[in-house]
């Protein structure tokens, strides 16, 4: 089962992570643990790795400027923090994303802001074209340490059934 350590002989065991197909129950809340708090060298990094030259993130003096007093930290980070959270619980099994929908940054993040996240699975199917996995949907919320929501979005992954995973062939 997802996220315990799975006996592999007399006193060992080894971590397991993910969920398989069977595990996902429609209604089912995850949260994920732990937070992450964001620092300007994370947002100044990330505008780096992705060439977004808006000074918004990066320029203090800019930030000081603007309506928000202060840099922001680059949405497209948020995003990946928060779906990087999610990936122990939702997709650490998973064999592709299949498509996002609806991504919402619904309020600002600031350097210093942690980071919390939870996912609830909307839906899953069978497969159609592969009878050893299926699609899970799942809502991911991004909240910061006053509870706000800061990101939320729907995204859908195949998901492999248990024992036809590529962790299963190679025992993990």
Not at 12 to 38: K, W
Not at 116 to 145: C, F, H, I, W
Request: aromatic share 8%.
């Amino acid at each position: 089962m997802s996220q315990n350590a799975l006996p592999i002989g007399p006193q060992r065991y080894r971590e397991s992570f993910g969920r398989h197909y069977e595990d996902f129950v429609v209604g089912d809340v995850y949260e994920h643990r732990p937070g992450r708090t964001i620092t300007q060298a994370d947002n100044t990094w990330f505008t780096l790795l992705t060439m977004n030259t808006h000074p918004l993130h990066f320029d203090e003096q800019y930030g000081k400027a603007s309506e928000f007093g202060r840099c922001v930290v680059a949405s497209p980070l948020t995003l990946a923090i928060v779906v990087g959270m999610s990936v122990t619980d939702v997709s650490q099994k998973a064999i592709a994303n299949m498509g996002w929908r609806e991504i919402r940054m619904t309020a600002p993040v600031f350097a210093g802001d942690t980071l919390y996240a939870e996912s609830e699975v909307l839906e899953k199917r069978d497969s159609k074209s592969r009878p050893t996995a299926g699609l899970v949907t799942v809502r991911s919320l991004g909240r910061n340490q006053d509870g706000t929501v800061v990101c939320d979005f729907e995204r859908t992954i195949l998901v492999s059934r248990r024992g036809h995973g590529v962790e299963d062939r190679m025992g993990y």
